[in-house]
């Protein structure tokens, strides 16, 4: 495709369900991230695919979130029995190469309200 | 720890004069990069400018430039002749060459007509 794309665009859902957000890369960018942006916040790693390596969780925040990334392409990160502290803006970035070497290209962010 | 802190949460400036964006970091490495992100109200980053540490000469993107005072751990963004269109948050971003980067919090940039 032509850049990142995220859906939904926007996502309200109720407190203690689970929700998909999907994470669509440039082709052929083999490694893709997943942050977290909440209000007045920088930017929070979540996760990190490079390849077929095993994928950098450390970000995750608690055991509800998860993520994979199929046939080195497409992403979807899960968020199950959400609470009120998840709401933020999920983006998505995806790049060719080295990340100090080539830009990283951000998706438009799924905005996620708990409510 | 490294850390990226921007302590202008939201700065404003005339259209067609200069402005510019602060940023300090942390670190303990000697080679690293640094970047500037626009988001504007769509939400999507875009990358803006970048500097690599080991690289004595600022950065420079047309009207977008940086001033890098390694020793300082300073990394600011100018914008001179300021457009609407460059109404934005800004983010700065640390790298230390591994695939981790560090955001700052932002700085609001508003431009007035």
């Known amino acids: 495709g032509a850049g990142v794309s995220q859906s939904p665009s926007n996502k309200v859902t109720e407190k203690g369900k689970d929700v998909e957000l999907r994470c669509d890369p440039i082709s052929g960018h083999t490694a893709l991230y997943w942050y977290r942006q909440s209000l007045g916040q920088g930017l929070e790693f979540l996760i990190y695919f490079q390849g077929n390596s095993a994928p950098d969780k450390s970000g995750l925040p608690s055991d509800r979130f998860s993520a994979e990334r199929t046939g080195g392409s497409v992403s979807t990160l899960t968020i199950q029995r959400t609470q009120q502290e998840d709401s933020a803006v999920y983006l998505c970035a995806s790049f060719q190469a080295a990340p100090h070497t080539d830009t990283q290209y951000f998706g438009p962010g799924t905005r996620l309200t708990v409510l | 720890a490294q850390t990226v802190t921007q302590s202008q949460p939201e700065m404003s400036v005339q259209e067609a004069e200069t402005v510019t964006l602060s940023c300090t970091y942390d670190?303990?490495?000697?080679?690293?990069?640094l970047f500037w992100y626009k988001q504007p109200p769509s939400r999507q980053m875009i990358l803006v400018i970048r500097?690599?540490?080991?690289?004595?000469q600022n950065a420079t993107e047309n009207r977008f430039s940086v001033n890098f005072q390694k020793a300082a751990k300073s990394f600011s963004l100018k914008i001179s002749d300021s457009q609407l269109g460059d109404a934005a948050m800004y983010f700065c971003a640390y790298t230390p060459g591994t695939y981790k980067y560090i955001f700052g919090t932002g700085t609001r940039l508003k431009v007035l007509a």
């Open positions: 670190t303990s490495e000697s080679d690293y990069y």
């Open positions: 500097q690599e540490a080991y690289k004595q």
